[in-house]
């Protein structure tokens, strides 16, 4: 790799023998550095570091708790935002400069190829370099963070959001430069919580859309998150990032048999416009 300072934090809680993306990154190539960052809260940690020995990595989790807003009251703390924020700690501490943040639950990295009108997609085999044109992209935006895109990304094919190379969303991975960091907020639906606020202020938060991770479905695969999910649904999820952002998030309906309440992001409301550098005054 061209950034030797990098390191992989594969988040993860409770699946110390079903760790799936660390065997989607190897098969994809990944030759760099990797951790799993684990909390102390976790009743499987000493399986975790039986399987991976000094590459598990484990932060306080109340500690954590602590140093952002949770966007409640809650003692329950099954969810993936508090390893989110400690990963900029975490990274400071084994000192590297730049990393990216997956889930323990992927199994497939890809690009996806417009082929005969339809999209087409094509395993990842070297990771390196995919990590390398991601970092050359964080430092060229000055983003927050840069991200791949996921299946939901690709509804409408060629002819759907696809094709608008960058969207302003963030989910699931996130490329960070280590001393530009940023605090995930809201114990449930962090990511949507985050992307929301920040982007209101004026940050760049950006996802490729040419580049897809798959990920085992939701509640599919015990430990993670999936208890929490099935404690409160998607109704208490939605709702979180409604509170965040009244003034451009509400919830609707979703599905056709399984109908289930989502959030919906109105994007005018929410962030600011990129226009193209043409428009400015004296440009041309």
Not at 186 to 201: A, F, H, K, P, Q
Not at 246 to 268: I, Q, Y
């Amino acid at each position: 790799m061209k950034y030797k300072s990098f390191a992989v934090f594969i988040l993860t809680h409770g699946r110390p023998d079903n760790v799936v993306t660390l065997k989607t990154l190897l098969k994809a190539g990944y030759t760099g550095k990797y951790y799993l960052i684990i909390d102390n809260e976790d009743k499987k940690a000493d399986q975790y570091y039986r399987n991976f020995g000094d590459r598990v990595i484990m932060f306080d989790k109340k500690e954590m708790s602590q140093r952002f807003d949770t966007g409640d009251y809650s003692e329950e703390r099954r969810s993936i935002v508090y390893a989110r924020n400690a990963s900029f700690d975490i990274a400071k501490e084994i000192g590297v400069d730049y990393f990216l943040q997956l889930d323990d639950d992927y199994n497939s990295f890809g690009v996806r190829i417009p082929r005969k009108n339809a999209l087409k997609q094509y395993a990842i085999k070297d990771f390196d370099g995919l990590c390398d044109s991601m970092l050359d992209f964080l430092e060229v935006t000055g983003a927050k963070t840069v991200c791949f895109s996921q299946g939901g990304d690709h509804v409408g094919g060629v002819n759907g959001r696809w094709r608008q190379g960058l969207i302003r969303k963030v989910m699931n991975s996130f490329f960070f430069k280590t001393d530009n960091p940023m605090t995930f907020v809201g114990r449930i639906n962090e990511d949507v919580n985050t992307y929301t606020t920040l982007g209101s202020r004026g940050e760049l938060l950006l996802t490729v859309t040419d580049v897809i991770l798959t990920q085992l479905q939701t509640q599919s695969n015990e430990g993670g998150m999936t208890d929490i999910y099935k404690l409160s649904g998607t109704y208490l999820k939605s709702f979180f990032t409604v509170m965040y952002m009244p003034s451009a998030v509400t919830v609707k309906e979703m599905g056709v048999a399984n109908k289930r309440l989502h959030h919906s992001v109105k994007w005018n409301n929410c962030v600011p416009e990129i226009l193209p550098g043409r428009l400015k005054k004296g440009g041309g």
